[in-house]
């Protein structure tokens, strides 16, 4: 049986929400599937994102295919380099302690882009807001000049 790892469209129309599935390949988009892993939400800035690492990285290893949307989520949270260092321990490159200490040193500085995008969005977001209490300036076509 080919299992994939997909999104599953919840939401209300154009509002959409996803859940990150384990399903048979056979299946409908919003169908029957194996396990939830976790959820996409696309439409906070930057996108709301949570996975149980350890359950889809199982699923990789069983030889589930993701999307290419779910591959790119799963980079991004870091499940596909987490597997990447676990073959590296397999072919004896290097040991466990050196893998975790890679990941975790990794996983501190994607946080701090994280913070460093939310901080900047929330910024952009407050100086388009008008301040309270003063009008907007009006302009004319001449300059401002009578």
Do not use: C
Not at 23 to 44: V, W
Request: hydrophobic content about 30%; overall charge positive.
């Amino acid at each position: 049986m080919p299992v994939k790892i997909r999104l599953q469209r919840h939401g209300s129309k154009k509002r959409p929400f996803y859940f990150i599935v384990v399903a048979d390949a056979r299946s409908p988009r919003d169908g029957k599937f194996i396990q939830k892993l976790g959820t996409y939400n696309p439409l906070t800035v930057p996108a709301t994102i949570q996975v149980d690492r350890q359950r889809a990285l199982d699923w990789l290893h069983k030889g589930a295919q993701p999307t290419d949307t779910v591959r790119r989520i799963l980079s991004f949270k870091g499940v596909l380099y987490l597997k990447h260092l676990l073959r590296g321990v397999k072919l004896g490159l290097f040991d466990e302690a050196t893998d975790m200490e890679k990941f975790t040193k990794w996983s501190t500085e994607h946080d701090a882009q994280i913070r460093k995008r939310q901080d900047e969005a929330q910024r952009s977001r407050r100086s388009r807001r008008p301040m309270p209490g003063r009008r907007p300036e009006r302009r004319t076509e001449n300059g401002g000049q009578g």
